[in-house]
């Protein structure tokens, strides 16, 4: 199985502040990289796919980089509505798991 | 809007089964891959299973390969997770997520319900 390491697991940060979440892959994994943001009690809601196309009415502070097996989803510019946990996931191939989650706070 | 509400969680012994039901609505159910992803505090977001469109591309995470079944009605806009033989270690908020694109990430989930597996 492919493992999916994220750093930070924690950070703190200040609004307007410009921020960088790491996921790397333990094998490659090519651009088959996505990034999910979690806010308490809800579920999941996709931000970026396929390492950096923004999903749907996601703002464009957010952006993703990266390929083989390093990923960073960056956020500039933060805003209150950003401070959430963040999971990196991947969909090369069965099974898609998921790093340990980065949780961002004031 | 898409919605996706899961149903059938419970509190329920270990050994026994239980039946997770998702509905779908907002979308053309039968067109899309749908997948079970759980989560706990302690491990994260577990990918579970998934089913393609037209019943095919079954996949299951190894921890639940031969005891869990996946299983879709596209009559009813409707998937389903089989669960038997349930462990302690199964204990996890199950959501039910929609495919994007048969991309393998998922672009609509439901709110998840509890399954508990304790003695």
């Known amino acids: 199985d492919i493992q999916m390491t994220q750093s930070p697991s924690s950070l703190s940060a200040s609004i307007g502040d410009t921020v960088t979440i790491t996921c790397r892959a333990s094998q490659t994994i090519h651009n088959y990289l996505n990034w999910y943001q979690q806010k308490p009690g809800k579920a999941p809601s996709l931000l970026v796919y396929t390492t950096s196309n923004l999903f749907g009415a996601v703002p464009s502070r957010f952006s993703g980089s990266g390929s083989g097996t390093d990923f960073t989803l960056t956020i500039s510019s933060l805003q209150p509505e950003d401070f959430a946990t963040y999971y990196c996931q991947h969909s090369y191939r069965a099974p898609y798991t998921f790093g340990q989650g980065t949780k961002l706070d004031i | ?119």
């Open chain 2, 1 to 119: 809007d898409v919605q996706l509400v899961e149903s059938g969680g419970d509190l329920v012994q270990p050994g026994r089964s239980l039946r997770l039901s998702c509905a779908a609505s907002g979308f053309t159910f039968r067109d899309y891959a749908m997948h079970w992803v759980r989560q706990t505090p302690g491990r994260g977001l577990e990918w579970v299973s998934s089913i393609g469109w037209g019943n095919n591309n079954i996949r299951y995470a190894d921890s639940v390969k031969g005891r869990f079944t996946i299983s879709r009605d596209d009559a009813k806009n409707s998937l389903y997770l089989q669960m038997n033989s349930l462990r302690v270690e199964d204990t996890a908020l199950y959501y039910c997520a929609k495919d994007m694109d048969s991309g393998e990430y998922f672009d609509s989930w439901g709110q998840g319900t509890l399954v508990t597996v304790s003695s």
